[in-house]
């Protein structure tokens, strides 16, 4: 059981360049997430997408796409590249387990925007 | 809105010391909170967790307890390891699909 997957794991980007961070996850969640970890910020959400075919603004979309493929994949895409961007992307997911819900961790993307 | 309060670190502690790193939050009604742990290089993972008022969460030698009175949720261990040094986060989960972390808190063991 892979759990949660990402692709690429490092990266290095010159500004105004594209790519696209993807996400996989073999758990049958219905939501996925996509957060930046930046030193001192802790774990800031960028874009999250309830269930298949719905995806909402987090608390720093500027500047990202994201799209829901499908149940398992939730992309996260960066049409042009900025220093600022330059941090640790997770991607998670997440389903309700007995009362709670528990959100599990890809192991993470390092870009470099130069 | 909702929101996580977390000690600041980094903590520094010898080997088999004990170990408390704060955590409070705001949020109506009752959320579910979490401790999740990050070892270098890796992703966050579920530590523990607890769903309603006075409820223990426990997990490796640690425990934490929701206190609705103080909207808190306190980690801690009672003799703590040097493969325990990673970076500790709290968090919340209330209505609608997010969690909320706190800012994380490192932790350094030195035998």
């Known amino acids: 059981n892979a759990g949660v997957t990402q692709t690429p794991k490092f990266q290095v980007l010159k500004t105004g360049q594209s790519m696209t961070l993807q996400c996989a996850q073999d758990?049958?969640?219905?939501?996925m997430y996509w957060y930046r970890q930046d030193p001192g910020m802790g774990l800031r959400l960028i874009y999250y997408?309830?269930?298949?075919?719905?995806?909402d603004k987090g608390e720093v979309p500027n500047g990202y796409n994201v799209s829901r493929l499908n149940k398992r994949e939730f992309s996260l895409r960066l049409e042009s590249a900025a220093p600022s961007q330059t941090s640790v992307y997770f991607c998670?997911?997440?389903?309700?387990?007995?009362?709670?819900?528990?959100?599990?961790f890809g192991p993470g993307t390092r870009l470099t925007v130069t | 809105g909702d929101s996580v309060t977390q000690m600041e670190g980094p903590v520094t502690l010898s080997e088999e010391a004990f170990l408390t790193i704060n955590c409070t939050y705001t949020?109506?009604?009752?959320?579910?909170l979490f401790w999740y742990v990050q070892y270098p290089g890796e992703g966050l993972q579920l530590l523990l967790k607890?769903?309603?008022?006075?409820d223990k969460g426990s997990n490796k030698g640690f425990e934490a307890t929701y206190r609705k009175e103080t909207t808190s949720f306190h980690l801690e261990k009672g003799s703590v390891q040097v493969s325990d040094s990673a970076v500790y986060f709290c968090?919340?989960?209330?209505?609608?699909?997010?969690?909320?972390f706190g800012t994380g808190t490192s932790l350094t063991v030195i035998p």
């Open positions: 607890a769903t309603k008022a006075d």
């Open positions: 998670a997911s997440s389903e309700r387990t007995g009362v709670a819900y528990e959100q599990y």
């Open positions: 949020a109506t009604g009752y959320p579910s």
């Open positions: 968090a919340l989960r209330h209505t609608g699909n997010q969690f909320y």
């Open positions: 997408s309830a269930s298949e075919g719905t995806t």
């Open positions: 758990m049958n969640h219905n939501s």
